[in-house]
């Protein structure tokens, strides 16, 4: 029997996940938007796999959306849910309108806030890497 390196690599990222913290947990979601996002710019003059490609960034962009407590984070959490809300937007018109620069305004926000998280992380004293 012989297991195909994508069955691998989900079980890799299954382990990572399960073990991992909120901190990290959201690196991991920032990443994987940030992956497919540039994925759907790399592939944008084919409709099928920007698509495909920016459908997956969607995705994780509305799990860090619905992940927000706004209760707990109040300032914070409504700056999110703004940059969110903002991300889903253009993520939208970059796929339904072919709108290119806003796929790359998307991208310009998830790289400048991706290094945020990771500082934020590796500062947290209570983070389980």
Known sequence: MQISPQAVHATYQQAQIGSAGPLRIVVLLYEGALLFSRQALEKFDEPAARGHALGRAHRIVSELFAAL??????????????LYGFLLNA???????????????????????????????????????
């Open 69 to 82: 407590d706004h209760e707990q984070g109040q300032e914070i959490a409504a700056n999110l849910d703004a």
């Open 91 to 129: 993520l939208t018109q970059a796929n339904i309108d072919g709108d290119r620069k806003a796929l790359k305004g998307a991208i310009e926000v998830l790289a400048a806030l991706l290094p945020a998280w990771r500082t934020i992380e590796a500062r947290s004293p209570n983070e389980e890497r």
